[in-house]
């Protein structure tokens, strides 16, 4: 891992991931989350803040950047909830079967690298009851905006820790296994080719 990926990159997603827009996507689903949850690239803690701490047991963290979990040490310790933090990528979930009620993803698919493979196991450890939770950023359904996204991409990704600004969230539940319950989509404040959000909850098929 460079200086820059361990250093800087993470202090400037914070940031990004921390901005008001964000924070309102947030207060709309992570108060959602129920039970035992997975949070699918923890970062810096910016949702423990919006958990309902009433239907939360315990969170496993899954953040494989060193760079965020020390950012993440503080707001955990004092956030009094459970925390686990797992310092490995979403790819590798090191968790039993269906084990979790609510797997929650935030600001996160758009990055993990095998994309499928992550939600193959997001699926694989969440109860045959439980819910996914998301918010995410990706595809725009404008044409031209999408040409924007596509133009932008392979630069975006080298510079924003392997993040794509082009990915077809629904598409990938749904691709996954998940049928979509509740699924909201529209512009945030923001440059346009990263602001388009999905959010909502999808269950196992």
Known sequence: MSWYEDRILPRLINAACGSKPTRKQREKIVPRATGDILEIGFGSGHNLPYYDRGKVRRIWGLEPSA????????????????????????EEIPLQDNIVDTVLITFTLCTIP???????????????????????????????????????NPAWKRIAGGCNMNRDIPALLTSAG???QDDNQMYIPGLKSLSYNYWGAARIR
């Open 114 to 152: 095998d994309v499928m493979s992550a939600l193959d196991g997001m699926r694989r450890v969440l109860k045959p009851d439980g819910q996914l939770l998301y918010c995410e950023h990706g595809k725009a359904p404008d044409a031209n905006v999408m040409k924007w996204q596509e133009r932008m």
């Open 67 to 90: 760079g965020m979990r020390r950012l993440a040490a503080a707001p955990v310790a004092a956030s009094g909830l459970d925390v686990e933090m797992i310092d490995l990528p979403g």
């Open 178 to 180: 998940f049928d979509i």
